[in-house]
């Protein structure tokens, strides 16, 4: 473990730089107060280990007050882990960016999905409201059908008794004028 004293000439998370102010590219694997031993800070409380993601110090457990967050505490903060070789570093760095880009653009498709989503829900919605005014324009269309059959069924009636009073007419004309020119 690297002394406070020799941490000083690293930079220390939650400063200026970068990746710190994101959230972790990896969910911790423990909470920060499940380590041992216990490292104090100035304030003889056990510090918080937590893990670093900035630029020059990326992937490295520290220790920092618990308080810091709280505008509170003191200023002590210790690295747990020995500095990355400039490979590792650069390697870190990469993995940590690739994930970040990642989950912007997952954000991306979510705010994309769930637009579509809303749009499909419209597009539901007037699909129903259309399938049923079909059904009542089919239904109204059925009724006029059975309307119109209804009206042309007295007039089929009519026409047939038309014919047979014709027909008995005439029958009666040929008997008139077969019983007046009689028996030759
Ligand atoms: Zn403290």
Redesign the pocket.
């Known amino acids: 473990m690297e002394s406070s004293s020799q941490s000083t000439q690293r930079s220390m998370p939650g400063g200026s730089t970068d990746g710190q102010r994101k959230p972790p590219p990896v969910p911790y694997h423990s909470t920060p107060f499940d380590y041992d031993p216990d490292v104090l800070?100035?304030?003889k409380?056990k510090?918080a280990r937590l893990i670093s993601w900035i630029d020059t110090n990326p992937c490295l457990r520290y220790y920092r007050?618990?308080?810091?967050w709280s505008g509170e505490?003191?200023t002590?903060y210790q690295w747990h882990d020995p500095e990355s070789d400039k490979y590792m570093k650069r390697l870190l760095l990469d993995l940590r960016d690739t994930i970040y880009d990642l989950r912007d653009q997952n954000a991306i498709l979510e705010q994309q999905l769930k637009e579509a989503n809303g749009m499909n829900d419209v597009l539901v919605t007037e699909s129903a409201e259309k399938s049923a005014s079909l059904k009542k324009l089919q239904r109204k269309l059925a009724e006029r059908d059975a309307d119109a059959v209804q009206q042309a069924m007295p007039r089929k009636i009519s026409a047939w008794n038309c014919s047979c009073f014709i027909v008995l007419v005439l029958a009666l004309l040929f008997g008139l004028v077969l019983s007046l020119v009689g028996p030759v």
């Open positions: 800070c100035f304030c409380l510090a007050c618990r308080r810091r505490g003191c002590f």
